[in-house]
């Protein structure tokens, strides 16, 4: 079942037979286990070494190095061109002088092959910020980032990576529109309380 079909599926009635009744259970209970799945804050980010694209050209993504440079923001997102990751990185694309402001790298992750990032890093990210392809899903399962019931993807996930490897954010929810703000919002506090 497709997730528009899911969703339709979902759609109050007038009157909700129990089919309904039990698909909106089932969502429930979804929507609260992927949000137990993922590493917490205070936690060791899982180093990782990744094929990326930005702006159509692919290279090596290494977690360490960037780190290096400042804070990360990783976010998985299902499937690249999906209408709410395009949504979702339409929205990283146009916060990408922020996230720069505010010293901090933007990736997004997927199991998605690299020639299809190579793509969406062009059109949908708007050759603002890297994609990395996760194929392997190693990335992905390292952060507790599997999207539970379809587990070819991965989870909407994002978390916010301390320079020194600790996770300061993570945030999962299916819903696009909250990760941006989200993220930027932990990026300003931390560097609030940072000496």
Known sequence: ????????????????????????????????????AALDVGDKAPAFLIDASL???????????????????LYFFPAAFSNDCTIEAHQFAEATDQYTQLGATVIGVSSDDIDTLKRFSTTECRNKFAVGADV??????SYDAVLFYKTDYANRTSYVIAPNGTIIYQFTSLNPTRH????????KTWLARKP
């Open 1 to 36: 079942m497709t997730r528009l079909t899911f969703m339709t599926a979902l759609r109050p009635t007038r009157r909700p037979g129990p089919l309904r009744a039990g698909l909106l259970a089932l969502a429930l209970a979804m929507g609260s286990l992927s949000a137990l």
């Open 55 to 73: 702006a159509g050209k692919v290279f090596k993504f290494s977690l360490a190095d960037k780190l290096k440079s400042g804070p990360v923001v």
């Open 136 to 141: 392997d899903q190693a990335v992905m399962k």
């Open 180 to 187: 941006v703000a989200n993220t930027l919002g932990a990026l």
